[in-house]
């Protein structure tokens, strides 16, 4: 899943809700969190273009994708495995090419540190994952799921096309369609495809504008949808950023309005309430600077609603412009590594060397300030890589590690209680579990051109 704003764009690795333990079941209310079926839109996938790469079960069991293969660590016992329960497979250390693609926890695609656009996603004891066989064409993205002791692995669906913006939410597959006219104008729609195979893809909402160039910025809660439709205007250059709101048990379908001139540049969700802010074009081009928290910088307006829209007021929190907000369910997080992550030109603002974490409570008072590590600045393409996300699931906060050079993996985790006496001080974590480059690797990076389908499934070849 993809953000775009006019000011950056970031995927990040974040915290999701604390959940409560057992199931809830059903669908949920419509202003509410369910486990059991929705999107957690705490997880961002970092140093990706797309896409979430982490997804949770309700007994807090991890399930991410990392070294070709899907892997589920549960906390209570410290088990970090391939998500296959077949009793004869090697899983991760199978050599032999032809028997690979026989582990249920086998996705040669599915590799975040490939910047593949897969995403993966918990729903009803089921694991399911978007992935996109081949960038270099336009096959389709296909749709599959597992259960999470690692059986019953199906290939449910096949796009039309690739798929580079989607989510799963409450029982449907959401995704833009892209497509183009007898002008080779590109033209776009949202689209919706029910995980049970009882129904047909569907076509829930098409812009009207003819300056639409994309759709994007998905994001969840409850009985909602909301995405963002970037327009241009005639010159080619971004004008407008709106944000839309689909209600999945009605069809109805609405914008998210704010004041003439802005757009909405953020948006999460907080004790059962949308929480966003907004950003004036006009004020925005007398500022002199985004990157540093100083006189100069740009305030914007932060404001709280219910999920439907209604119960609007602005709230109190000390927001710049281009800057994160993030929730967990317990508390409220602002954070400068949108600016980090993507596209900070140290000339630019050569003293940022950190991600900054304020740390809010539900009465948005600040209770504390962490930072983040960063890999470095890379020369190429002028911006810095922040390690880790803000905070994570119920009381520790994890991290998955990749490497995108050897192709292993490290899942670190840190007590979020740490927080509040950090002042301003680096967040901790622990090494907890070790991936290890596996045969299935060895011809990485080039994956995607090392593959065949077989009767449904992805076979290598070479």
Known sequence: MRRSSSISTAVIIIASLIFLSGCSGGRGKAESFDPATDYQYQFYQPDATLGADMTMDEEGCLYYPAGSYIYKYDPRTGSNKPLCNKANCLHDKE????RQDSCNAYFPYANADLHDESLIAYEKGYIYLAQISDMASDDGTVLTRIKTDGS????????????????????YYFYTDQSYDKNNKAKFAVMSYPLDGNG???????????WTYEINGYTAYGDYLFFQVSETNSKGSVSVYRYYRYNISTGECDEVRVEDGSSINSITFYNGKLIYYTVNEKELSKCKTLMSADKKTFHVPVYMSDPDGSNIKRIKLNVYAGDEIYSDGKYLVVSNDNHLSVSVAKEDDPAIEKAYYDVYDKDFRRIGRYTEGVKGYNDEYKQYRVYYGPLGMGDISYFVKRDAENGTAVLYGGEKSQIRGLNGKQFKRKKL?????????SEYPNVSGSFKKVNGRNIRIS
Not at 95 to 98: H, P, S
Not at 200 to 210: C, D, L, N, Q
């Open 200 to 210: 047909k893809e569907k076509k829930i909402f098409v812009p009207k504008s003819k």
């Open 152 to 171: 019953e692995r199906k290939e449910i669906h096949t796009t039309e096309r690739n798929n580079l913006n989607h989510i799963f939410h409450r029982g």
């Open 433 to 441: 579990a070790v991936i290890k480059r596996s045969p299935a690797m």
């Open 95 to 98: 050599k032999d090419v032809f």
